[in-house]
Nanobody
Framework: QVQLVESGGGSVRPGESLRLTCEAS????????MGWYRQAPGSQRELVAQ????????TYADSVRSRFTLTKDGAKATVFLQMNSLRSEDTAVYYC??????????WGQGTQVTVSP
């Protein structure tokens, strides 16, 4: 089992910033990829940003590239999503996602991000 603990969501105005944190209960060396997805009301869940466990490959959605940055905490299974210049269309529930090398796919419980004037 992989436990994911998310934090950092909230309500901000357009142009402001938030940082999301996700900590996994397993070793970083047992993880293939770790990152964030989001789901807005009435929409499908979509990839926001994802990195390989070594941090050498990071993928961003086109809509967030240059505004969001995904980083990790050294050798820990913890990732941070720094979200700058937030827009109303970034409003969604954000889910941490882990692809474990042999246990499969895991999701966090979700954290709400609301961007409104």
């Amino acid at each position: 089992q992989v436990q994911l603990v998310e934090s950092g969501g909230g309500s901000v105005r357009p142009g402001e910033s938030l940082r999301l944190t996700c900590e996994a209960s397993v070793s970083i060396f047992s993880i293939k990829t770790m990152g964030w997805y989001r789901q807005a009301p009435g929409s499908q869940r979509e990839l926001v940003a994802q990195m390989s466990s070594g941090g050498t490959k990071i993928t961003y959605a086109d809509s967030v590239r240059s505004r969001f940055t995904l980083t990790k905490d050294g050798a820990k299974a913890t990732v941070f999503l720094q979200m700058n210049s937030l827009r109303s269309e970034d409003t969604a529930v954000y889910y941490c996602n882990v692809e474990h090398s042999w246990l499969g796919t895991y999701w966090g419980q979700g954290t709400q991000v609301t961007v409104s004037p």
